[in-house]
């Protein structure tokens, strides 16, 4: 990440990062209140029940506007930090305009790449500034029947194959554990139980499978 964002906040802290899935929509403010920090992402503010709750830190994509009045107006009321990936297509020009405005945004590129979206990189941020716990929500894949949290009716991507979405977050789950070097009880899916949920059990295999492994 770039280094005008001091992340030392986050050393020993709870951090839940939150995806579009529909798994998101059993968040209340019960579950809320077990993390220090909230991540998310893209059109999170769209969602009823996020749109009112603080979110720090949130990182966007490419198919959001930075001209969007519901995000600005999110953005002046909560003050979230904001970050940009390095490798998205958006113009530097348009960032270095939003900066001017908005002083609190950074760009970041992780090691981590695949399809499974920005909660994974939120994830990753979290991790590599030594957070203690790094959970997520609103990971969940495609079904037939899967809604989305942040876009009423907007559909799957184009490349969606479920089961080249689950090797996606088996080899994710590995990465953490082997490459980030969290320890197996610093990471969930918290909407894994959702019966949308494509994922059910791949974070519980990795860790089973690294505990073996270290024994």
Do not use: W
């Amino acid at each position: 990440t770039t280094k005008n964002i001091d992340f030392s906040f986050l050393k020993n802290k709870k951090v839940l990062s939150i995806g579009a899935g529909p798994s998101t929509e059993a968040l209340n403010d019960k579950t809320l209140d077990n993390y220090d920090y909230l991540f998310s992402c893209n059109h999170f503010y769209r969602n009823k029940f996020l749109s009112n709750k603080k979110i720090d830190l949130v990182l966007l994509g490419d198919e959001v506007s930075l001209l969007d009045k519901e995000l600005n107006s999110y953005l002046e009321k909560y003050q979230p930090i904001v970050g940009f990936e390095h490798s998205s297509k958006r113009k530097m020009s348009e960032i270095i305009s939003f900066k001017q405005r908005y002083k609190k945004c950074f760009i970041y590129l992780t090691r981590y790449f695949s399809r499974l979206g920005y909660v994974p990189r939120a994830m990753i941020i979290a991790a590599s500034n030594n957070a203690s716990l790094v959970d997520c929500v609103g990971v969940d894949g495609f079904t037939s029947q899967t809604t989305h949290s942040f876009e009423e009716g907007k559909n799957p991507p184009s490349f969606n194959d479920a089961e080249k979405f689950k090797a996606q977050m088996t080899v994710f789950g590995d990465y953490l554990l082997k490459g980030i070097n969290l320890s197996p009880q610093s990471f969930n899916n918290i909407g894994e139980d959702n019966k949308k949920n494509i994922y059910r059990g791949i974070f519980s295999a990795c860790k089973e499978r690294y505990c073996n492994e270290e024994s």
